[in-house]
């Protein structure tokens, strides 16, 4: 096991250099480069040369991309471009909470919710009650997040003023947790839709599967009660690819955080991204680029470690 | 006896009657099984009425979709204005059927993109194995693991949001998912015994893998190209929410929904944030139905 986590972590490294190249690429493609809009355009030449001397543009582009992957790996992304003399990281660390208080808020209820239709899905297939669970999954996935959110806000901010219109606290207000609970709940329902939806879909499909295995028969033929065999017996097994599906399902959700994030004003690196690509902040589009990946790699990391210690039928 | 099957004897005929018709062709096996599944059928006749309005609107509708008019700006649903006006004026249900032009334009265009590049990449990877498959399936993982609204969004701020420009950017990066699928496909049928025929009488790989393969694999392509086109439009939907697709007074469903997220529009005409939404959300879910019972219909395991 310890054998299959080290050479699994090995795996990742190569892939981490993969992203930091395609990013670093990207943004070089940019006509002009990346650092031209920055350069006023009536700078005299020897200004211009000390810019490009401070900025290491004379530098081949490998080099560039080295020193870069360099700093980064030391935790220093460079200052952002619009916000002069901030660092990137800063930048990022005060925005990195606010988005992870919300992903992890909608992971809880799209599971909470999901997990448990799922089995009820399972447990009762092809029942009017199934049919129901089945299209309202199918209705989660095919609704476009920013306009059910936009709904929201029309319906229950706007007109009925139950809750706020976006931000994560009330302005000036001194801190509560109540006041944050308030400003979390619409965005979380709306974060959590659509993969509240997939994952339904994914948790009956998996228990149907188990329960169609021997070992349950067996364990109904003893005269066990349905309940304690689907959720004793049956769940143990069925909820295992549930793990891989999280971590299939996290680059979507983190392009989902963002969106959300910028319908419901809500301050995350999400909308961070969003106005730095506005504004060609390119320090900032790199790095967050780059740290999405990277959650993504970690969590499909933990996927596949959680899986094999949760799975004793798989010997490595 | 000239309508009967030669093969069935007299016995046979007189155990299971049915037997004496002529053996169903392919494609009404297929039909029959997708015509079963009541979503899909209902799926399929809304996004033929959606393709088909869209494709005519300027006959369907007396308005042009740039045609503004100061006086009617948010005019209730009337007789005149189906679906209501927009903040200038403009005619909501004509500007949906030209948003829907370029919405359904962009998305067919992305995933025939996508479907050039994941089938080419997931083809070779899966039929030459190897170090060939090991390089390019990293490379899938690389495009995988980066948040494809993070590419996206990059991608379009740098080069301008124009609708080839849009249908690339999809393209680039909406293609893993299908070669993921056709590697998996070419992996367990290159080793079936017609390829090996194939190859044992000299068959150029191309001819293999164009010829022999790929039509085997067709069937969970055109289902997964189906659930693309779903996805992409609720992609484009959200980058011209952002504003980053196609920029006006040219309509996109997506940027239909930007212009309407304004709060005194919400409050004064709530049915302008509530039909492109509404229409993108029906005709995803039309995309998904048609897919999933494509998904039945063509395979030839499903028990009918």
């Known amino acids: ?316 | 006896m000239s309508q009967t099957n030669p093969e069935i004897s007299q016995s046979e005929l007189e155990l299971n009657p049915n037997l004496k018709a002529k053996p169903e062709t392919l494609s009404k096996i297929f039909l029959r099984k997708f015509m079963k599944n009541k979503l899909a059928v209902v799926g399929a006749v809304f996004l033929i009425l959606v393709i088909v309005a869209s494709t005519l609107a300027s006959f369907i509708s007396p308005y042009s979709f740039d045609q503004v008019n100061l006086m009617h700006k948010l005019h209730p649903p009337s007789a005149d204005y189906w679906l209501g006006t927009d903040r200038y004026g403009r005619d909501i249900f004509t500007r949906l059927l030209y948003g829907g032009q370029i919405s359904l334009m962009v998305a067919f265009g992305s995933v025939i993109g996508a479907l050039i590049i994941g089938v080419s990449i997931g083809a070779l990877a899966g039929y030459f194995g190897g170090i060939i498959d090991a390089i390019l399936m990293r490379l899938v993982d690389i495009v995988i693991s980066i948040p494809s609204i993070f590419l996206l969004i990059t991608i379009v701020t740098i080069f301008k949001p124009s609708i080839s420009n849009l249908i690339i950017v999809f393209a680039l990066t909406s293609w893993t998912s299908t070669a993921r699928l056709v590697r998996g496909e070419f992996l367990s049928l290159r080793s079936r015994e017609f390829v090996l025929a194939s190859k044992t009488i000299g068959t150029k790989s191309h001819r293999i893998i164009f010829g022999h393969i790929l039509p085997n694999a067709m069937g969970p392509i055109i289902v997964a190209a189906t659930l693309l086109v779903g996805s992409v439009i609720l992609a484009e939907a959200g980058l011209s929410y952002l504003g980053l697709g196609i920029q006006p007074p040219f309509a996109s469903w997506g940027n239909m929904l930007q212009d309407a997220q304004n709060y005194t529009v919400m409050l004064t005409a709530p049915w302008y944030p509530i039909f492109p939404g509404l229409l993108i959300l029906l005709t995803v879910l039309s995309f998904n139905f048609v897919g999933d019972g494509l998904r039945d219909a063509l395979d030839p395991k499903s028990i009918e």
């Open chain 1, 1 to 316: 096991m310890i054998s299959y986590i080290i050479r699994r972590t090995l795996m990742a490294i190569p892939l981490l250099f993969g992203i930091t190249i395609l990013s670093f690429a990207i943004v070089q493609a940019a006509p002009g480069g990346p650092t031209s809009m920055m350069m006023d355009p009536t700078m005299k030449p020897s200004d211009r040369e000390k810019f490009e001397e401070k900025y290491g543009l004379n530098d081949p582009v490998h080099i560039q991309y080295i020193k870069w992957l360099g700093n980064m790996v030391k935790g220093d992304f460079g200052d952002s471009l619009i916000k002069r003399g901030t660092p990137v990281s800063e930048l990022i660390m005060n925005r990195l909470p606010n988005t992870l208080i919300l992903m992890i808020a909608s992971t809880i209820l799209a599971a909470v919710i999901a997990i448990p239709f799922g089995i009820y899905s399972a447990m009762r297939p092809y029942t009017k009650a199934d049919n129901a669970i089945t299209i309202t999954s199918f209705l989660g996935v095919a609704t476009p997040n920013f306009w059910f959110g936009l709904l929201l806000i029309m319906f229950l901010s706007v007109k009925l003023g139950w809750f706020p219109t976006g931000g994560v606290a009330t302005l000036n207000a001194d801190f509560s947790i109540w006041d944050r609970l308030h400003h979390l709940i619409l965005p979380a329902i709306v974060l959590a839709t659509a993969d509240m939806a997939a994952l339904t879909r994914y948790t009956r499909s998996s228990m149907l599967e188990v329960l169609h295995q021997d070992y349950i028969r067996t364990a109904k033929s003893k005269g066990f009660k349905e309940k304690r065999v689907v959720l004793k017996h049956g769940l143990r097994n069925g909820l295992i690819p549930i793990i891989t599906i999280f971590g299939l399902m996290l680059p979507s959700f983190i392009g989902g955080a963002a969106i959300t994030e910028k319908v419901f004003a809500w301050p995350g690196i999400g909308q961070l991204f969003i106005d730095s690509a506005f504004q060609r902040d390119y320090p900032v589009i790199m790095a967050l680029t780059v740290v999405s990946a990277v959650f993504v790699v970690i969590g499909n990391l933990l996927a596949d470690i959680l899986y094999a210690i949760f799975d004793p039928r798989i010997e490595y």
